[in-house]
Every structure is written in structure tokens, then in C-alpha cells.
């Protein structure tokens, strides 16, 4: 991990106890899997499938939440919420407006990895 990284996920290497190595082999795991997560997301949202939007929503969030517990986690929880309500068009709009979002965190901890 470069400086630059470090200062970027402070937080997330406090809580693995300062280990840049184990930090760097759970982006390796996170990088591998969340971009068919995503997918699996986008594809549910789009049917209408709020029961695994919501399901969906909480893997991601998971995984996105040992890098970062702001921002898009914060989204994915909303959009957990809306589709456990069962509104379609506000998950859907949650989706839309978090998904740049999440992109870039998932961009950064690649580079990570």
C-alpha cells in the first residue's frame, strides 16, 4: 500500500489492526466477487425483486463496509430498507444515484488488491 492508500483507508486498517497485507488480500476476495454482485443487484432491482434486492444490497454492503462505512454503505443500507418495504421505484432510484459510488470504491480497493 502506498501513503496515499494508507491515509485513504485509515480507518479501514485500524480495524484489522494495522495489517496492510491481510487489508490487501480481503480487497483481493472483494475485488474478485462484488463486481457480480453488483450485477446480481442491477439485474434484481430492474425485476423487481425486492427480497433479493434487499439480500443482494446486504452482501454488498458487507463487503464494501471493512474499506468504508460511510457514503455507498450508507446507500446500500437505505436501498436494503426501501426494498424490505417494498417500494421498487424508490430502491431503483437509490440505486441510481449510490451506483457511481460504489463503482469508485470498488475502483479503489481493486487498486488495493
Do not use: W
Not at 423487481?48 to 460511510?70: I, R
Not at 430498507?81 to 470498488?106: D, F, H, M, V, Y
Request: some cysteine.
Amino acid at each position: 500500500m502506498n501513503d496515499k492508500q494508507k491515509e485513504r483507508f485509515a480507518e479501514a486498517l485500524r480495524r484489522v489492526s494495522g495489517d496492510c497485507e491481510l487489508l490487501s488480500a480481503m480487497a483481493a476476495m472483494v475485488a474478485e466477487d462484488a463486481p457480480a454482485v453488483m450485477n446480481d443487484l442491477r439485474d434484481q432491482v430492474a425485476a423487481n425483486e425486492m427480497y433479493e434486492v434487499a439480500a443482494t444490497a446486504h452482501k454488498l454492503k458487507g463487503m464494501l463496509s471493512t474499506f468504508e462505512t460511510a457514503g455507498p454503505v450508507l446507500e446500500l443500507e437505505e436501498m436494503m430498507s426501501s426494498a424490505r418495504k417494498g417500494q421498487p421505484q424508490e430502491t431503483a432510484s437509490i440505486l441510481k444515484r449510490s451506483e457511481r459510488q460504489i463503482n469508485e470504491l470498488l475502483v479503489e480497493i481493486l487498486s488495493l488488491a
